[in-house]
């Protein structure tokens, strides 16, 4: 039996289960879409698995509900939101690697995770772009700060992505620095997470301040500072490496 990963613009559709749950669509056919725009994807526990992304469609076919692969997350179990996210990335890879960048002819698969051109032969393979999340804390206190980008009242971690040439370590101090002008001592890493919005890696980091006082880069937060772990404001989702971090923290006393 095949998985099928079906997205439209970043949402997933996911199949209703008769006990009011959601699944991944398992089956021989493709059930709903163009077959013609279908991808294979790396095997799943030795099923095959596809994707494909669908037309903008003004009804969701009967069965199924659409929703934003971030959400995904709280329909699906560990594993298969995993794969959700995996599929998105490849499907997204795929749409934007449809000729060679260095000559321009098609580009053709060669595996379900690469591709070669048939004009020069250059071979390409999915990218990851890394980003950093660091937890700063001082004391009892952790410093927590709100994105322009953030569309909810909540607080997170300084995060951004790393630049070509520096190494993690330098990237989470620059970050710090410019968006906090702060200084951070005793840097470890936490752990990592896919993040495939479209196609991150997120790595996670902890810190101690060292120095300085906070000024907010504002053309990236809108607002942030210093709480105290008994006056905590509204933070990030579960999902989210941040909440992990924040979490963890919280759960050390
Ligand atoms: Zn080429």
């Excluded at 630049?163 to 710090?176: A, D, K, Q």
């Excluded at 504002?218 to 924040?246: N, Q, V, Y």
Aim: net charge neutral; with cysteine.
């Amino acid at each position: 039996m095949t998985y099928w990963f079906l997205f439209t613009k970043g949402d997933i559709y996911l199949q209703r289960t008769s006990d009011g749950r959601w699944k991944l669509p398992q089956q021989e056919m493709l059930p709903f879409g163009n077959e013609k725009e279908v991808i294979e994807l790396p095997l799943i526990n030795s099923d095959r698995a596809k994707a494909l992304e669908v037309a903008d469609l003004t009804v969701v076919p009967s069965g199924y509900d659409r929703m934003g692969l971030r959400a995904s997350f709280q329909c699906l179990d560990a594993e298969a939101y995993q794969w959700a996210g995996k599929a998105a990335e490849l499907l997204h890879w795929h749409l934007s690697t449809l000729y060679c960048g260095h000559c321009g002819h098609p580009l053709r698969y060669t595996t379900p995770i690469s591709k070669q051109c048939e004009h020069c032969g250059r071979e390409i393979w999915p990218t990851l772009s890394p980003a950093i999340i660091v937890r700063i804390t001082r004391g009892d206190e952790i410093l927590l700060v709100q994105s322009n980008t953030f569309k909810r009242d909540y607080y997170g971690l300084i995060a951004g992505f790393v630049e070509t040439g520096e190494s993690l370590e330098e990237c989470v101090r620059r970050e710090v620095k410019e968006e906090t002008g702060m200084e951070i001592t005793k840097l470890r890493y936490f752990g990592s997470q896919p993040w495939p919005y479209p196609r991150g890696l997120m790595l996670g980091f902890t810190a101690q301040w060292k120095s300085g006082t906070l000024q907010l880069q504002r053309e990236e937060l809108r607002k942030g500072g210093w709480f105290h772990r008994d006056k905590m404001p509204a933070i990030p989702e579960k999902l989210s490496m941040a909440r992990m971090l924040i979490d963890d923290w919280l759960g050390e006393k």
